[in-house]
T-cell receptor
Framework: NAGVTQTPKFQVLKTGQSMTLQCAQD?????MSWYRQDPGMGLRLIHY???????DQGEVPNGYNVSRSTTEDFPLRLLSAAPSQTSVYFC???????????FGQGTRLTVV | AQSVTQLGSHVSVSEGALVLLRCNYS??????LFWYVQYPNQGLQLLLK??????LVKGINGFEAEFKKSETSFHLTKPSAHMSDAAEYFC????????????????FGKGTKLSVKP
């Protein structure tokens, strides 16, 4: 059971670089989300998707792009990395919006 | 808008003692409520959930929580703490889109770190 798989687990970027965080799920879930976790802040929603081809912004979308071309994949793109984007990023998926979400193991990103 | 407040960013208990982690929510419509646990360097794992059935909800690892509408609370308890319970715990709320929720996306509290002393 793979569940939700995030790659990479760790990444160091220089300011201004771009990169894509990958997220894949094998549970045929319609709902997928990206959160960032910062100390003392809990998890904050970046972007979410309710199905292939449908995405929307969450609480902290600035500096991030998403797309959802398949049910399985929901990549998160950092267009021009900034030190403020240093964080741990979690991808989650769920069968619907009102049942429990399954989380990946996280990507620890450092922007220098 | 929905929100969650977790009282106490750090809670320390002795092994065998009662664990009580507090969560209050704000929602003008019926909420769905969740407790998640995060062990160091891992993702979040669901402990239990309330989705308008029984108000006393039992979860994994001996945890339970009681939904109290009058107090807008959903506190997490465990009668006897184990060393393995040391982790960070997150309370979360979501609301059906029929009530204006954002497709049921989770709104998290800021977390409570639980330490268990031998």
């Amino acid at each position: 059971n793979a569940g939700v798989t995030q790659t990479p687990k760790f990444q160091v970027l220089k300011t201004g670089q771009s990169m894509t965080l990958q997220c894949a799920q094998d549970m045929n879930h319609e709902y997928m989300s990206w959160y960032r976790q910062d100390p003392g802040m809990g998890l904050r929603l970046i972007h979410y998707s309710v199905g292939a081809g449908i995405t929307d912004q969450g609480e902290v979308p600035n500096g991030y792009n998403v797309s959802r071309s398949t049910t399985e994949d929901f990549p998160l793109r950092l267009l021009s990395a900034a030190p403020s984007q240093t964080s741990v990023y979690f991808c989650a998926s769920s069968l619907s919006g009102y049942v429990e979400a399954f989380f990946g193991q996280g990507t620890r990103l450092t922007v220098v | 808008a929905q929100s969650v407040t977790q009282l106490g960013s750090h809670v320390s208990v002795s092994e065998g003692a009662l664990v009580l982690l507090r969560c209050n929510y704000s929602s003008s419509v019926p909420p769905y409520l969740f407790w998640y646990v995060q062990y160091p360097n891992q993702g979040l794992q669901l402990l239990l959930k309330y989705t308008s059935a029984a108000t006393l909800v039992k979860g994994i690892n001996g945890f339970e929580a009681e939904f109290k509408k009058s107090e807008t609370s959903f506190h997490l308890t465990k009668p006897s703490a184990h060393m393995s319970d040391a982790a960070e715990y997150f309370c979360a709320v979501s609301v059906s889109r029929w009530y204006g929720g954002s497709q049921g996306n989770l709104i998290f509290g800021k977390g409570t770190k639980l330490s268990v002393k031998p």
